[in-house]
């Protein structure tokens, strides 16, 4: 097992994403904390991981520190350390770029891009403190690195992800702590049914369709959370040393870089 008996925390555990890192970090041996702004959601997680793993679900606000550092004393409380961390909370808001409204972009960058660093931030104080290092995983998307129309605060956000990514990447290799990101594209989220909707609400058509026009074309169908959230096992463990401050694309072949 990749993550056996490592304390891995997962913001946004409670969105279809999450849920699927969750099961995938379970599946690898690591003690799963589910942290999500909805308890009940959070608290959800469990039957994702199944019967025989380690679990806890806590509440946390992101763009709150002190959210955040109640989270981590509550982990370290339990299991007495953190080993990983995975920033997979987000939000998005769809809209033409010629009427997004000054609470939609700040919204989007509170919890994408500062919501984000901020659990970085602290996450790596108390790696660093442990003296034993660590890993880093965001959750970014091919958003940022393509630049979907009617999505430029999300798009924008995304891409502050990457860039964040590879700061921390470069300033925390001394304390042996290892950031990278993901870009997923296509995955079968409850997101990206939301974006459907959006779009043939304005649009027309049907929304079912248009999901099934968002799968990736190399791959002939949607990408489902567990399959990210493999990768994100892998980028935790020891044998992704190699793999430092990179942004992956896990699209299915959407994205050629």
Not at 11 to 18: S, W
Not at 47 to 71: I, K, M, P, Q, Y
Not at 223 to 252: M, N
Request: hydrophobic share 45%; charged share 20%.
């Amino acid at each position: 097992m990749l993550l056996e008996d490592r304390v891995v925390v997962i913001t946004g555990a409670g969105g279809g994403m999450g849920r699927g890192i969750a099961r995938a970090i379970a599946d690898e041996g690591a003690r799963v904390v589910a942290t999500d702004l909805d308890q009940t959601a959070a608290a959800s997680v469990a039957s994702e991981t199944g019967e025989d793993a380690a679990f806890l679900a806590l509440t946390l606000d992101v763009t709150d520190a002190a959210s955040v550092e109640s989270a981590i004393a509550r982990t370290v409380e339990t299991w007495g350390r953190i080993d990983g961390w995975v920033n997979g909370a987000g939000a998005i808001r769809m809209d033409a770029a010629l009427d997004v409204a000054p609470d939609e972009w700040d919204l989007q960058f509170e919890v994408n891009v500062k919501g984000l660093f901020l659990c970085s931030q602290l996450a790596a104080r108390r790696m660093i403190a442990q003296g034993e290092g660590g890993a880093i995983v965001n959750i970014a998307s091919n958003a940022g690195k393509v630049g979907y129309p009617r999505m430029v605060a999300y798009n924008a956000s995304k891409a502050a992800v990457i860039s964040i990514t590879r700061s921390l990447s470069a300033e925390w290799a001394e304390h042996g702590i290892n950031v990278n990101a993901i870009c997923p594209g296509g995955v079968d989220t409850p997101m990206l049914r939301s974006c459907a909707e959006w779009l043939t609400g304005r649009a027309g058509g049907d929304p079912v369709e248009r999901v099934q026009e968002m799968a990736p074309d190399q791959l002939g169908r949607h990408i489902q959370p567990h399959e990210v959230g493999r990768l994100v096992a892998f980028l935790l463990s020891d044998r992704a040393q190699l793999i430092r401050g990179q942004s992956i694309s896990a699209d299915g072949g959407d994205t050629p870089y």
